[in-house]
């Protein structure tokens, strides 16, 4: 097959499949640490607080294995990259298992974080080399495959957790990432030839150029804009179960509200996707980030129970897609060759940004008494990040004009 004949053709829609289960299998790692925090909290005796580090440690390391991973992509292709963080993970489980103190966990789940990353920003850069008319739709199944993840392993899991302990699901883990990863992964070999990134390249270079920025600085301004993005993202996502507790309907009704707001982000990614093939990863980008503005704005007046449920399907719906386009807007302005390591920065600003609001939604609540203000300041945030994807689209060209 030649390399102009390799985009949208059956061999992408099936590496396309294969990628997505590993990404369900290889995210894991984020939600397994989720699953077992409370049964870790009473083994060692453990605050709230202390018990949060293993989490806490695994997304910096999650947010670092975008970007390092990403860079191991480019050079020596998505194989090596995958075989290398899954052995990594496996690791880290085993560290996990045999570990005997609270700080000897988070260490092990920094290693997590970093193994698990393989499943997000570095097989979204891969997916998008193989599509060019369809790259929405692919990258937004691919990065669906983290959801997805998040859905499924927490239901499987729970029973054994229950029986056997947490330490036993991390066994399970540690031998399903290898038995699945790794065999998959060799039906990654083949690369992109080199002449299918010529038309890409070209255009990216276009656009670029077209909005009067370097590639850095375009890099350096998604990850700004990535920030602000998450930081409101994360007000809604990281405190929704603290919010209903503190308005009196209780952590079971904050939970059911969150897993609306991740049943509404796999439909959102997947429009987004569609959306994103129609119209450019810019426009996308601005009109998810505008809703995710109008229901942070809903969360304002309204806390009743049924209006609760109704703003945060809604805001599940806005968010999805939001990140994934990160990622378009890199293939679409920034040389194919370097798409490993751009798409993993950004992906990195945006978990960074996950933890800063995180962290920031709670400091604001402790001074204020209130969730009222973080609502507000994830607002303000989000209005930067649309504000930069304005400025992209009134200095870019079009994307009609020249296809990615």
């Known amino acids: 097959m030649q390399g102009s004949d390799i985009h949208d053709s059956s061999y992408s829609w099936t590496r396309l499949i294969i990628t997505l289960i590993i990404a369900t299998v290889a995210n894991v790692g984020m939600w397994a640490v989720i699953i077992v925090m409370p049964a870790v909290e009473v083994e060692f005796n453990a605050g ?64 997590l974080g970093l193994g698990t990353a393989v499943g997000f920003g570095p097989l979204i ?24 993840s998040g859905a499924i392993w927490p239901t499987l899991l729970a029973d054994i957790l ?7 699901v991390y066994m399970i883990l540690a031998i399903m990432t290898l038995a699945v990863v790794i065999p998959l992964s060799f039906l990654l070999r083949r690369r992109v030839p080199e002449d299918a990134h010529g038309k890409a390249q070209a255009a990216a270079t276009l656009r670029a150029r ?43 009704v904050g939970a059911e509200m969150l897993s609306l707001m991740l049943l509404g982000g796999v439909v959102s990614r997947v429009l987004s996707g569609v959306l ?8 996308t980008l601005l009109v998810g980030s505008t809703l995710q503005c109008i229901a ?43 798409a490993g390591a751009r798409v993993g920065f950004v992906m990195m600003m945006t978990i960074l940004g996950m933890a800063l609001g995180g962290w ?15 609502f507000l300041n994830g607002i303000v945030w ?12 009134l200095r870019g060209r079009p994307r009609q004009m020249v296809p990615a």
């Open 48 to 111: 709230r607080a202390e018990a949060s580090m293993p989490y806490t440690l695994t997304m910096i390391g999650f947010a670092l294995g975008n970007l390092l991973i990403g860079r191991l992509v480019d050079r020596f292709g998505v194989t090596v990259a995958l075989i290398g963080a899954a052995l990594v993970s496996a690791l880290a489980y085993l560290c996990a298992i045999l570990s005997g103190s609270i700080f000897v966990l988070s260490l092990a789940h920094l290693l």
């Open 125 to 148: 850069a891969d997916i998008s080399h193989w599509f060019l008319r369809k790259r929405g739709i692919a990258v937004a199944l691919v990065a669906s495959g983290n959801y997805l």
């Open 162 to 168: 229950t029986a056997d302990g947490w330490r036993h």
């Open 210 to 252: 077209s909005t009067g920025f370097s590639p850095r600085t375009l890099q350096y301004l998604l990850g700004l804009a990535g920030i602000g993005c998450c930081v409101a993202m994360s007000m809604p996502q990281v405190h929704i179960v603290s919010y209903c507790v503190g308005l009196g309907y209780g952590p079971v």
């Open 276 to 283: 994103a093939d129609k119209v450019g990863g810019v426009i």
């Open 296 to 338: 942070l704005f809903l969360y304002l007046p309204y806390d009743g129970l049924v209006p609760l449920y109704v703003i945060s399907l809604i805001f599940g719906l806005s968010q999805g897609g939001i990140v994934p386009s990160y990622a378009l807007i890199v293939r679409e302005y920034m040389p194919a060759k370097e």
């Open 360 to 374: 920031m939604s709670g400091w604001i609540y402790d001074m204020t008494g209130s969730y009222q203000a973080a």
């Open 382 to 393: 989000n209005l930067m990040n649309m504000g930069i994807m304005v400025m992209l689209l």
